[in-house]
T-cell receptor
């Protein structure tokens, strides 16, 4: 069966510091991968998606970037965090099917 | 363009009462529709999905939803609420996978409170 992992689970970072969040999927190959951000009362906002290694599409301009160095690894990064980057970050995957499956999430607080 | 409207950001029901969470969608093509549940500080878990098969869809934990094309609705119901149903529920719509990418639009969520 397929499993999706995210780490860290929680993170507290000062403004201006770098960020790296990691997502990995097990039990499948060549998945489509997605990064979402969830802010209080605002639902889920799609940040990036990837259909293959090195292929990244950005949905909204922002202070964040994404990379996919391996087939089942998706990384969300920032060089300098802003207060507005605080939120709950969710990784999801699909493989040909229509359903997105989500990881456990990372709670990021920028102070 | 696709969109989702969830009516009521907060819903309260008594334990044992009917749960009804409303969702209306817009889509230019026959949609795929989903309901997800999220418990505090956890990821989203799929409750059920509609993909153009039976219009009444049964999911996990006793939930079901009915696709009504004429009303562009996909409301979520459960006959008898349980305390463990307290969570946030998200309705989502997708036009389906195309070009290897699936764009899903989520509603803003409905927080369900179950009163003992």
């Amino acid at each position: 069966s397929q499993t999706i992992h995210q780490w860290p689970a929680t993170l507290v970072q000062p403004v201006g510091s770098p960020l790296s969040l990691e997502c990995t999927v097990e039990g499948t190959s060549n998945p489509n991968l997605y990064w979402y951000r969830q802010a209080a009362g605002r639902g889920l906002q799609l940040l990036f998606y990837s259909v293959g290694i090195g292929q990244i599409s950005s949905e909204v301009p922002q202070n964040l970037s994404a990379s996919r160095p391996q087939d089942r690894q998706f990384i969300l990064s920032s060089k300098k965090l802003l207060l507005s980057d605080s939120g709950f970050y969710l990784c999801a995957w699909t493989q040909g099917a229509e359903t997105q499956y989500f990881g456990p999430g990372t709670r990021l607080t920028v102070l | 363009a696709q969109s989702v409207t969830q009516l009521g950001s907060h819903v309260s029901v008594s334990e044992g009462a009917l749960v009804l969470l409303r969702c209306n969608y817009s889509s230019s093509v026959p949609p795929y529709l989903f309901w997800y549940v999220q418990y505090p500080n956890q990821g989203l878990q799929l409750l059920l999905k509609y993909t153009s098969a039976a219009t009444l869809v049964k999911g996990i934990n006793g939930f079901e939803a009915e696709f009504k094309k004429s009303e562009t609705s996909f409301h979520l119901t459960k006959p008898s609420a349980h305390m463990s149903d307290a969570a946030e529920y998200f309705c989502a719509v997708s036009d389906g996978p195309y070009g290897g990418y699936q764009k899903v639009t989520f509603g803003i969520g409905t927080k369900l409170q179950v009163i003992p």
